[in-house]
C-alpha cells in the first residue's frame, strides 16, 4: 500500500511541474511576445506563475 501512495504522489508532481511549466510559457508568451522569453519562463515554471500573479 505505501509503494502505491509513493506512486501517486510522484505521478502527481510530475504532472504538476508539466502543467507549471506550460501554464508559465503560455502566460509568458502573451505578455511579451518572445519565444526566448516563454522558454525561460517555463524553466522557472511555478515560480513565474506566482510572480506574474502578485505583480499583475
Same mark, same amino acid.
Request: charged residues 15%.
Given at each position: 500500500?505505501? #509503494?502505491?501512495? &509513493? #506512486?501517486?504522489? #510522484?505521478?502527481?508532481?510530475?504532472?504538476?511541474?508539466?502543467?507549471?511549466? =506550460?501554464? =508559465?510559457?503560455?502566460?509568458?508568451?502573451?505578455?511579451?511576445?518572445?519565444?526566448?522569453? =516563454?522558454? !525561460?519562463?517555463?524553466?522557472?515554471?511555478?515560480?513565474?506563475?506566482?510572480? !506574474?500573479?502578485? &505583480?499583475?
Amino acid at each position: 500500500m505505501d #509503494e502505491q501512495k &509513493r #506512486e501517486t504522489v #510522484e505521478k502527481t508532481v510530475k504532472t504538476g511541474i508539466t502543467f507549471g511549466s =506550460a501554464l =508559465a510559457m503560455v502566460i509568458s508568451y502573451s505578455t511579451w511576445h518572445s519565444v526566448g522569453w =516563454a522558454i !525561460f519562463h517555463g524553466l522557472l515554471s511555478w515560480v513565474y506563475v506566482i510572480y !506574474f500573479i502578485l &505583480r499583475y
